[in-house]
């Protein structure tokens, strides 16, 4: 079983950065599609990034061109760049497989301010 535990979340101000990492208690060389999901107030988390074996993307529209997922199954880390950011972002983050789930971690918390 691999556990996650996500870091890096913060406050910041609208069009300010934030680097999220996802550390792995074993190898996530196993899961073939890794991806961070977002569950915001009162809403349904979400996939916004996912990144695949070979190294293919997908984004939300919502973050697209905003955001970048990239993996280092050496480091057993998965991380995701967060730029220009909205307050409409703010969410707690979770990673985790994309099809293959594991369980989930406690999260990471994004706040962006006006």
């Known amino acids: 079983q691999v556990q996650l535990v996500e870091s890096g979340g913060g406050s910041v101000q609208a069009g300010g950065s934030l680097r999220l990492s996802c550390a792995a208690s074993g190898s996530i060389a196993r899961i073939n599609a890794m991806g961070w999901y977002r569950q915001a107030p009162g809403k349904q988390r979400e996939l916004v990034a996912s990144?695949?074996?070979?190294?293919?993307?997908n984004y939300a529209d919502s973050v697209k061109g905003r955001f970048t997922i990239s993996r280092d199954n050496a480091k057993n880390t998965v991380y995701l760049q967060m730029n220009s950011l909205k307050p409409e972002d703010t969410a707690v983050y979770y990673c985790n497989g994309l099809v293959y789930i594991v369980s989930w971690g406690q999260g990471t918390q994004v706040t962006v301010s006006s």
């Open positions: 990144i695949f074996i070979g190294g293919s993307t």
